[in-house]
Nanobody
Framework: QVQLVESGGGLVQVGDSLRLSCAVSGRAISRATMAWFRQAPGKEREFVGALDWRGYTTYWADSVGGRFTISRDNALNTVYLRMNALKPEDSAIYFC???????????????????WGQGTQVTVSS
């Protein structure tokens, strides 16, 4: 059974940086498509970014610009989301997601991902 566990969220101030972790079991991230989503209160779940199955390319939502970076550690089977220059509008529950298919271009739709973590809260205050 594939399981994803996010960690690293918390309360930060505007302009701070934060790194989220997604520890995966039951599926090798090197053979999967890994993505990050976020959901703020009253809003739809939003695609943040993703790695293709090689881990060479990252695809980003327009809203995050160049502030976020996704990386992975295959030995630890863990994916990371580094967030810089955080803004209040970045406040949300952040979810790690996985698709079993080795996709060259990761999809932006949540429906394409079959495994999800429980989420970790990120709150950015002024």
């Amino acid at each position: 059974q594939v399981q994803l566990v996010e960690s690293g969220g918390g309360l930060v101030q505007v302009g701070d940086s934060l790194r989220l972790s997604c520890a995966v079991s039951g599926r090798a991230i090197s053979r999967a498509t890994m993505a990050w989503f976020r959901q703020a209160p009253g809003k739809e779940r939003e695609f943040v970014g993703a790695l293709d199955w090689r881990g060479y390319t990252t695809y980003w939502a327009d809203s995050v610009g160049g502030r976020f970076t996704i990386s992975r550690d295959n030995a630890l089977n863990t994916v990371y989301l580094r967030m810089n220059a955080l803004k209040p509008e970045d406040s949300a529950i952040y979810f790690c997601a996985s698709a079993a298919s080795a996709l060259l271009v990761p999809p932006r739709s949540p429906a394409e991902y079959d495994a999800w973590g429980q989420g970790t809260q990120v709150t950015v205050s002024s």
